[in-house]
């Protein structure tokens, strides 16, 4: 990582990108309705000579030019074909280069150019003059935020339970676990893989002096009431703790609403999302007007700030604590948004009283 350096004056013009993947044939043709005369099976023929497609990002107030979401081609899912992650690669590179002329100089990576570029590692240092950042910094520590708040409408004493991280090998789980720890929260960490595991247990150890559990057997989340999830698994409505919270920031995402409907008890919490009102996404975006990926607004705060750095591979906490602390400074403009599930407003008010009556009934049981 290279000395972080800083802009000041009124006349700052740093803008910055978002860089997504276009994941079907359908998503590409919303973005090039030309491509729509082709016959559907050329589609995944000529995916690597599409060009990718430039989303204006706007301020609501004076329709400036803030940045862009970047939309790029991509129909097949054979990532380990080496020709195919080099075309990959190439687009994504291409795109910066492009972004960059256009004034672009932070840049975030989404799910599939993460895992394309190993975290963003693999073009850290190849485009002289911009920032690349994985956008996990921010998003850790929104999670802190959001598990917080979400404990205490829930009645669940955060300081006493056992937080659960599925996925806490990833590099988003790992950074979420490191900041949890730095609180000195009982932890329940798992993966897949033992190994990692074992490593990431021991650095905490190392750096905090805690000591936290360890498993590969989602049966264990009976026992905590606070889930956080940065990866997909095969998780089940049976292996829920009653009355726990989900905080899903898994992408693909790990929940379902039939998970919800098979436990009314618990809730879950679309993760990740930051409400910006005073941003205007256009008409093509996935996700709710006024709210967007905190991944993303963690490129916009770099670029608001004049950070100049790259942060990817693996996320540092001293980044996070550095992110949150800007994204409070912007308040007026960054907020960590709503609590929604599966995009449906949570009725807080009512998540109160369903909480309260079940920890009565509870009471009641356990005479």
């Known amino acids: 990582m290279g000395k972080i350096t800083r802009c000041f004056g009124s006349k700052y013009k740093y803008k910055f990108a978002y860089i997504t993947h276009e994941t079907d044939a359908k998503q590409m043709l919303y973005h090039k309705p030309a491509l729509k005369l082709l016959p559907q099976r050329y589609l995944s023929k000529i995916w690597s000579r599409v060009s990718p497609s430039f989303l204006k990002i ?177 998780l089940t409505p049976a292996s829920l703790a009653y009355n726990s919270v989900i905080y899903d920031v898994s992408e693909p995402r790990c929940t379902s609403r039939w998970m919800m409907d098979e436990r009314p008890d618990v809730t879950i919490i679309d993760g990740g999302l930051v409400y910006t009102p005073r941003i205007d996404y256009g008409n093509k975006m996935d996700w709710q007007t006024e709210h967007t990926l905190s991944s993303m607004v963690e490129a916009m705060l770099m670029a608001k700030e004049g950070l100049q750095e790259d942060h990817v591979g693996e996320s540092k906490t001293e980044h996070a604590k550095q992110m949150i602390n800007i994204f409070f400074k912007h308040h007026r403009e960054f907020s960590l948004a709503p609590f929604t599930s599966f995009g449906k407003i949570i009725n807080i008010s009512e998540l109160l009283m369903n909480s309260a009556m079940q920890v009565v009934d509870s009471k009641i049981k356990s005479f």
């Open 58 to 234: 706007t301020d609501i107030g004076n329709s400036k030019t803030l940045g862009f979401v970047i939309h790029i081609p991509y129909i097949e899912n054979n990532l380990d074909s080496v020709s195919f992650r080099s075309k990959s690669l190439k687009k994504i590179v291409k795109a910066i280069y492009t972004a960059k002329k256009k004034g672009c100089k932070t840049f975030a990576l989404g799910q599939k150019a993460l895992e394309l570029t190993n975290d963003g590692f693999e073009i850290g240092s190849i485009i002289e003059g911009v920032s690349i950042t994985s956008g996990y910094s921010l998003t850790a520590a929104l999670t802190l935020e959001a598990v917080k708040y979400a404990a205490f409408y829930k009645s669940i004493d955060i300081n006493k339970e056992s937080i659960a991280i599925v996925g806490a090998t990833t590099s988003l789980g790992e950074l979420v676990a490191m900041l949890l720890a730095e609180e000195k929260k009982n932890l329940l960490l798992i993966s897949n893989d033992m190994m990692k595991l074992i490593i990431l247990q021991n650095k905490i150890i190392d750096t905090y002096g805690i000591q936290t559990q360890i498993t590969n057997n989602l049966e264990y989340l009976k026992y905590n009431p606070i889930v956080v999830i940065t990866e997909c698994f095969d």
